[in-house]
């Protein structure tokens, strides 16, 4: 019931935002001419950490196909300081979504004094916010996905997206009908020596560091998206009963305190945590580590920015749009499941199969091989 109510309003408002651009179609249209020189582009990405840092080559390839342009992205309080350090990023305005509607107006209604040749929405989905942002940012060029109407507030539509498009492809998608020619599709941040410096400073204060240190973030989005609390209680024990090679450290945000609580009771041996809220220290501390173990999330995606390895679990997500990209990255996931791939943020089987058959001893099997691999490409 609840989907036939929410495509009928994305019917209605699909039809209704058309009237209104018949409306406004009398209107001097100040579209960008394919010849002007490109001196301001706005980039929109106010929504999740992962998100922005599967948009870091769009900023690159920007940089790069107009030589010269200042680059400015409208980033969200929770993901903007992934941009800190980037050579590519001019400027970051930080659009926080934490603040009552007219604050945030305020900070959209002040790009307009920046003149933007082109303001760039890479959101591929029926929400208007960031469509309605290009808009009121009154670039001449404003480049996006239609969906559901969403389509009116640009005057350069990207190709309709594909469910089998990975996001960093359908990120730089929206980049092909200005000519942008795709050199590398990395996604990348960049610490400063300061930052490895603390990161270094925490580990010695924390006796590891000799031997390979396995960071463990259990946290996820989704409830759907975790794997069970106990398992990696149980993994961790296991790996530390047959050998003392490795080191490990338990990452966290604050909203994982509990979850990284009941993993660590259940552990025999020490295992240094750290909770943060800190972006930049969760990054620069596991910069450190020789591999990331964790769920299809976030942490995951940073690991793969930083070129750390990781062993990851994926269950309810889609699998060609999620997946970490370049080498060393190993996915666990029940791919013979009549269920997987459900996109659900809570088990609607209540089963949590995808993740629960996924057991302690094949991630140990999976980590020995990718740290020995590890350990033959050091040699």
Not at 60 to 78: I, M, P, Q
Not at 223 to 228: A, D, K, L, V
Not at 343 to 349: A, F, I, Q, R, T
Request: glycine share 6%; with cysteine.
């Amino acid at each position: 019931m609840r989907g036939i109510i929410k495509r009928t309003y994305l019917y209605i408002r699909k039809y209704c935002l058309y009237c209104f651009s018949i409306l406004r179609a009398h209107k001097k249209n100040n579209r960008i001419r394919i010849n002007d020189e490109i001196k301001k582009i706005l980039f929109i990405r106010i929504d999740r950490i992962g998100d922005l840092i599967l948009s870091t080559p769009v900023l690159r390839n920007l940089k790069n196909a107009f030589t010269g342009c200042e680059l400015t992205v409208l980033a969200s309080n929770s993901n903007h300081s992934i941009l800190f350090n980037n050579p590519y990023v001019d400027r970051v305005i930080v659009y926080n979504q934490n603040q009552n509607f007219f604050k945030k107006l305020s900070t959209v209604i002040k790009l307009r004094a920046f003149d933007f040749d082109y303001a760039i929405d890479p959101y591929p989905d029926y929400e208007l916010t960031t469509a309605l942002i290009a808009l009121v940012s009154g670039a001449k060029g404003r480049l996006g996905y239609g969906s559901y109407g969403r389509e009116v507030f640009f005057n350069i539509n990207a190709p309709a997206p594909t469910s089998d498009r990975h996001f960093i492809d359908l990120t730089l998608d929206v980049l092909k009908p200005i000519g942008v020619t795709i050199k590398d599709k990395v996604p990348e941040i960049f610490l400063s020596e300061t930052e490895k410096e603390w990161s270094r400073f925490w580990i010695q204060n924390n006796q590891i560091g000799t031997k390979p240190i396995v960071g463990i973030h259990p946290g996820a989005y989704y409830e759907s998206q975790r794997w069970p609390a106990e398992d990696f209680s149980v993994l961790v024990n296991k790996l530390q009963k047959k050998s003392s090679q490795l080191d490990f450290i338990l990452f966290g945000g604050p909203e994982d305190s509990d979850l990284v609580d009941r993993i660590r009771s259940k552990i025999h041996a020490r295992v240094p945590t750290f909770i943060t809220k800190d972006l930049r220290q969760f990054i620069s501390l596991l910069s450190t580590c020789a591999i990331l173990l964790c769920n299809n999330s976030g942490p995951m995606h940073t690991a793969v920015a930083l070129k750390i390895p990781t062993l990851s679990f994926m269950g309810p997500t889609e699998k060609d749009r999620w997946m970490p990209v370049g080498r060393n990255h190993k996915v666990l996931r029940i791919d013979d499941l009549a269920c997987i791939g459900c996109n659900e943020g809570y088990c609607p089987k209540e089963t949590h199969d995808c993740m629960r058959l996924i057991t302690p001893s094949m991630v140990m099997d999976s980590l020995n091989k990718q740290v020995s691999s590890l350990r033959s490409q050091l040699e």
